[in-house]
């Protein structure tokens, strides 16, 4: 009887930790309907300060890491004329890592991307907690597709990296969405699995603790 609660309350367990597991996407209207509303929003209108290697923002830094392209610095920043939301996105190129580095940890991270492939096929990665995920294999584009990248990880990440396989592919970003963990309630349904889980632990500690005083 104890072995078999104790493997009830480990799938359900299981299953709460599975309810928390992170989810890519490449549809914006899916992205939407699981982040439920309270998203930020930046469009790069008004960056803080901006180097040859970092865009400085109010919550996040965009910034590059030299790959031994050549890239960055150089080709990287702030520009005009890709823009899905405004006037202003931010470049860079593959293979140099672009990188969004956020003040707090969040669990929402959603944004455009515009003109992966323009230059041949090419993979788009997105990497965060040491995680790789390739959003669009051998993707190849003659102009500037706009690709949804998004990310939910109710674990929490202060950072997400794009990469590419391409070399000399310029990519620029714009339309931020992000969810900050701060405050961050389990969802019902994973508090529902975790109470179920404890309690059956109990039940069967109580049963067998009865069990050995008779």
Partial sequence: MTIRYSIVALAALSAATAASASTTYTSEAAFAAAAGGGL?????????????????????????TDSGAGFCPGFFGV??????????SVFGATPDALVFTFD????????????FGTVGAT??????????????????????????????DLAGFSSVTFTGTARSDGVDFDRLLYKSSGGMVPEPATWAML???FGLVGFAARRRSATLAA
Avoid at 41 to 54: H, I, M, N
Avoid at 142 to 151: E, I, K
């Fill in 195 to 197: 109470i179920t889980g």
């Fill in 40 to 64: 930020s929003f930046e469009s790069f209108e008004a960056p803080a300060a901006v180097t040859g290697t970092s865009v400085t923002l109010a919550d996040v830094t965009f910034s590059c």
């Fill in 79 to 88: 520009r005009s004329g890709l823009a899905t939301d405004g006037v202003q």
């Fill in 104 to 115: 707090a940890p969040i669990t929402h991270f959603g944004i455009d991307t515009i003109g």
């Fill in 123 to 152: 993979d788009v990665v997105m990497s965060w907690n040491g995680n790789s995920v390739v959003l669009y294999s051998g993707y190849d584009s003659t102009s500037n597709d706009v690709l949804f990248a998004g990310l939910i």
